[in-house]
């Protein structure tokens, strides 16, 4: 598993010191090899744990870098998940309204790549930002269509992750957007490219493939 993949495990899991340091370990490999996806993915993991630490202008910057080298590099897989980071970045900074508009792009730019794992998780980032807009009774057939198929690949669903903002007065900057579920460290288990095994890994870490897409309902005002 590559530091940009611990990087975005640790996050999941909400071990943001351990997504750091695994992020700006993927920085390094990313700038030695030149790779733009490599440093996109560091870079919106990176982002995503500095606003844990209250910092939500650097997390944005480095989320909007992300998308933008997402972008250049021209994979949609790398930027519906730079979208994602951004967009709850953006919630979890107190701006529910443009976490909405980005979330929805990146269910879109998911879908279009069958990418259902990170289409899950775009759509409940859209769902909770539609709460916190006071929408809820839109976001609720996205959540439970999250839950249900979250539970048959073996996903956490949305109710495992309670910390996330649910209305406008639940939005303040670093308010995380995901409570860890299992005491061990998210890289138990787990290998890097070079072999070294890894500490902690809780099972719902490790996703199924090859589930088909499921639709997301349209609330037909942001398009």
Do not use: N
């Not at 090899?33 to 993991?45: C, D, F, K, N, P």
């Not at 897989?77 to 953006?90: D, I, M, N, P, S």
């Amino acid at each position: 598993m590559s530091w940009a993949a611990i990087a975005r495990v640790c996050c999941d899991a909400g071990c943001w010191a351990e997504a750091a340091e695994a992020a700006e370990q993927a920085l390094l490999i990313a700038l030695q090899v030149g790779s733009l996806r490599i440093e996109s993915m560091a870079l919106h993991e990176l982002g995503f744990a500095i606003l844990q630490r209250g910092d939500s202008v650097h997390a944005r910057k480095l989320c909007a870098q992300a998308l933008d080298m997402a972008r250049r590099h021209g994979s949609r897989h790398q930027e519906g998940c730079a979208l994602t980071r951004l967009a709850e970045v953006a919630l979890g900074s107190g701006d529910a309204d443009t976490a909405m508009q980005i979330a929805e792009e990146a269910v879109q730019a998911l879908t279009e790549v069958s990418a259902a794992v990170r289409r899950l998780q775009a759509m409940q980032v859209y769902a909770r930002a539609l709460t916190a807009v006071g929408r809820a009774a839109e976001a609720a057939p996205i959540l439970d269509t999250v839950t249900q198929a979250s539970r048959h690949i073996g996903l956490p669903g949305p109710e495992q992750h309670s910390g996330m903002p649910t209305s406008r007065t639940d939005l303040k900057p670093g308010s995380p957007s995901a409570t860890p579920t299992d005491s061990r460290s998210p890289t138990e288990g787990m290998t890097d490219k070079s072999g070294v095994v890894l500490r902690g890994a809780p099972s719902h870490h490790r996703f199924s493939h090859g589930v088909e897409p499921i639709p997301i309902p349209h609330t037909g005002q942001h398009r």
